[in-house]
């Protein structure tokens, strides 16, 4: 059983209307946090504390050897003004799944779950009302010796933060197909959601930035021939009418909105592929004009249209703002449940 969770409230809110409705993504971060730690094999003194620095070793574990992991989805104001958290024990089971990859403890359910639910009931005023409008909740844990040895450590932490984002306007987004760099290869950390493949990943994007990209496309770390994931999202093509996603197989990330958007898919009697996806092909669907709509999927943005693949110097663009292709549908169906618009039919929403 879960030790009661302590509550230590900040003395001065700093919440203001501008910070809860106008803060761009990940910028501002509500007044609380929640803190478990990990320590002679058990989880101990579950705690929200005012939002602040943490002090941690120079050696830890950590910053040295990457033991480090996040998750991210949302809470949102529903149309009976309560708030509600999108799936949240999905990114628990995820966050497990990386845990076990990076050789740490798991995370007991009632941790995460009483921790998210409390930090979300204490810091709710800084949801935002505004459409389009979300609190955003980002886990994270971490190793925490204070030893240079290159094992497991013993002990860690696991913190939960929130920051209010105002809403999030998905550009169409032009991505460059990267021959380059490499997110993710077989046996690797691919599918796990660890620090260490974002900072993996930057170079890459900085470098299509300065070519005037978005972002990259990111292909098969063996052969550079199958499409993966769009940035930090996953990815999707409407190639004449049939809705087509790279297989899950070891090297890509399972998104939770990835998952909702195929339940969907289904449901809607979308004809929907699941299956390794070249960029030959894509290519080829563009220039027989059969590549009607390609989009990237995540929490963020939950749906991105694409607006140009980048390849060998040409851009091959894609149309974007149709109002009856699969990315619109797809964004509002899905705000739609988020925002308790609809029925919650899957039971996706949990209820603070
Ligand atoms: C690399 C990567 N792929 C895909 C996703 C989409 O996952 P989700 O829908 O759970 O946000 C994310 C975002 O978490 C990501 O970082």
């Known amino acids: 059983m879960l030790a009661t969770i302590s509550l230590t409230r900040t003395p001065q809110s700093r919440l ?37 620095p943490m002090q941690l070793s120079p050696a830890t574990t950590a910053l040295h050897y990457g033991q480090s992991l996040f998750e991210g989805f949302k809470a949102h104001r529903t149309a009976d003004s309560r708030v509600a958290l999108f799936r949240p024990m999905a990114n628990h089971a ?25 930090l979300v009931r204490v810091d709710k005023e800084w949801t935002p009302y505004r459409d389009g409008g979300s609190l955003y909740v980002r886990p994270v844990y971490f190793g925490t010796d204070d030893s240079l040895m290159v094992r497991p450590a013993t002990r860690y932490r696991f913190v939960i933060i929130t920051s209010p984002g105002g809403p999030y306007f998905a550009q169409p987004i032009r991505l460059l197909a990267e021959e380059t760099y490499v997110r993710a290869f077989p046996g690797g950390t691919g599918d796990a959601k660890t620090a260490g493949n974002y900072g993996g990943g930057l170079l890459a994007a900085k470098l299509a930035q300065a070519k005037g990209y978005h972002n990259v496309m990111w292909l098969d770390g063996k052969d550079r021939r199958f499409i993966e994931e769009s940035g930090v999202m996953n990815i999707m093509f409407n190639i004449n009418g049939t809705a087509i996603t ?42 027989n004009a059969t590549l009607h709509e390609a989009f990237g999927i995540g929490t963020a943005a939950i749906i991105a249209p694409i607006a140009a693949i980048g390849h060998h110097g040409k851009d091959h663009e894609i149309p974007t703002g149709s109002t009856t292709g699969l990315a619109h549908q797809l964004r509002t169906t899905l705000t739609n449940i988020q925002t308790g618009r609809v029925p919650d039919t899957h039971n996706w929403l949990l209820y603070i």
């Open 94 to 118: 995820r966050l497990n799944r990386t845990a076990a990859r990076l050789a740490m403890p798991e995370i007991p359910e009632e941790i995460f779950r009483e921790g998210l639910l409390e």
């Open 16 to 52: 203001t209307e501008d910070l809860r409705e106008n803060s761009p993504f990940g910028t501002n971060y509500s007044d609380h946090m929640f803190v478990a730690d990990y320590a002679d094999g058990k989880w101990q003194d579950p705690r929200i504390i005012p939002f602040g």
């Open 246 to 287: 790279p297989a899950l197989s070891g090297t890509i990330l399972p998104g939770v909105t990835r998952d909702s958007v195929l339940t969907l898919l289904r449901e809607m009697k979308v004809k929907l592929e699941e299956r390794p996806v070249s960029l030959d092909e894509v290519l080829a669907a563009h220039s």
